[in-house]
């Protein structure tokens, strides 16, 4: 049997424990460490990955009432990359988290930005209205090179008040 190339090999897997696992234990309360990474194998060009979590479930703080949202995560990985299945857990542990829209989202931005220090990181809400009031919260950070900060100003600037509109959830 060939090598593959580009092929992931034990040592640049070691740190993803979940993915293949025949059971999986989905966390009762907010779990950023189910939270793995993998090396990215590009890190010298800027390549975006985005992911789309289309049913987000987080309880308000108040009230108990359930929370629902699509959650849009874009960034460009620097030496690490997440690993999805983890982001996937890591999600689904808001779902008995008591927290307003806008701490979940800073919450999800500082975590995935404290596992894998990216060179940018954006992570947008999309909350569905609840007493007729929708909230988009939107966080990002970026690691402090001019281009990656101009890049940071650009997308705040494009998301200011009154300027959301979907197509920012995309890369562009």
Known sequence: MTKKAHARNSKELKGVTLLGQTHTDYPQTYAPEV?????????????WTTFVCTEFTSLCPKTGQPDFARIYINYIADKLMVESKSLK???????????????????????????????????????????????????STHNGKK??????????????????????????
């Open 35 to 47: 939270l793995e990474s993998f090396p990215n194998k590009h890190p010298a060009t800027d390549n």
């Open 89 to 139: 857990l890591y999600l689904f542990s808001f779902r008995n988290h008591g927290d307003f829209h806008e701490d979940c989202v800073a919450k999800m931005c500082h975590d995935l930005n404290q596992l894998m220090k990216p060179r940018y990181i954006e992570v947008i809400g999309e909350f569905t209205p609840r007493g007729g009031i929708a909230i988009y919260p939107y966080a």
């Open 147 to 172: 281009e990656y900060k101009e890049l940071y100003l650009k997308r705040l600037a494009d998301y200011s008040p009154g300027k959301y509109t979907l197509p920012l959830s995309r890369v562009y």
